[in-house]
């Protein structure tokens, strides 16, 4: 029993008999501001008459679990070079929390696996009519792997 009390629903007839019923004492109802707009004048009225204030809370949502400092952190340390994975470890927190507060792009994914001249060559004999099947027996290379380094290669030339 209290004589303050904190509502998330939609205040109706049946919901503030109960809170009466529950909390005699009943003193003062608080509630977003946006639950508030949306509450009857009858129901309000009502209310007053019984002595009952309602008032409303300007914040909304879910307070937040980090502050700015850890974003500046985590932004700093990527300035410096360390990777998604060394920050969380040494922030403990977790890696997809680093991504979320990040304010600046990451490179994601591993590095390939092969290097920008084999690439080149693998464009160059493509240019040159070698099928994808010679340039992968050429070169060691699986025919799914030529065909995603011309894709991913030209369009970024484009």
């Given at each position: 029993?209290?004589?303050?009390?904190?509502?998330?629903?939609?205040?109706?007839?049946?919901?503030?008999?109960?809170?009466?019923?529950?909390?005699?004492?009943?003193?003062?109802?608080?509630?977003?501001?946006?639950?508030?707009?949306?509450?009857?004048?009858?129901?309000?009225?009502?209310?007053?008459?019984?002595?009952?204030?309602?008032?409303?809370?300007?914040?909304?949502?879910?307070?937040r679990k980090y502050d700015e400092?850890?974003?500046?952190?985590?932004?700093?340390?990527?300035?410096?070079?360390?990777?998604?994975?060394?920050?969380?470890?040494?922030?403990?927190?977790?890696?997809?929390?680093?991504?979320?507060?990040?304010?600046?792009?990451?490179?994601?994914?591993?590095?390939?696996?092969?290097?920008?001249?084999?690439?080149?060559?693998?464009?160059?004999?493509?240019?040159?009519?070698?099928?994808?099947?010679?340039?992968?027996?050429?070169?060691?290379?699986?025919?799914?792997?030529?065909?995603?380094?011309?894709?991913?290669?030209?369009?970024?030339?484009d």
């Open positions: 029993m209290s004589s303050k009390i904190h509502v998330n629903k939609p205040l109706t007839s049946r919901l503030i008999i109960e809170l009466l019923d529950s909390n005699p004492d009943l003193e003062e109802i608080e509630c977003p501001q946006s639950l508030y707009e949306r509450t009857s004048e009858t129901y309000l009225d009502a209310l007053s008459e019984l002595g009952i204030s309602i008032s409303t809370i300007e914040q909304r949502g879910r307070p400092d850890i974003k500046e952190q985590i932004n700093s340390m990527i300035d410096d070079g360390f990777n998604p994975n060394a920050i969380a470890k040494r922030l403990h927190i977790d890696v997809k929390t680093v991504y979320y507060l990040k304010d600046k792009k990451l490179k994601q994914g591993p590095k390939s696996k092969y290097s920008d001249e084999t690439k080149a060559e693998i464009i160059s004999l493509r240019e040159d009519n070698v099928s994808v099947k010679e340039i992968s027996a050429l070169l060691n290379i699986p025919v799914r792997t030529i065909y995603y380094i011309l894709k991913h290669t030209k369009s970024d030339g």
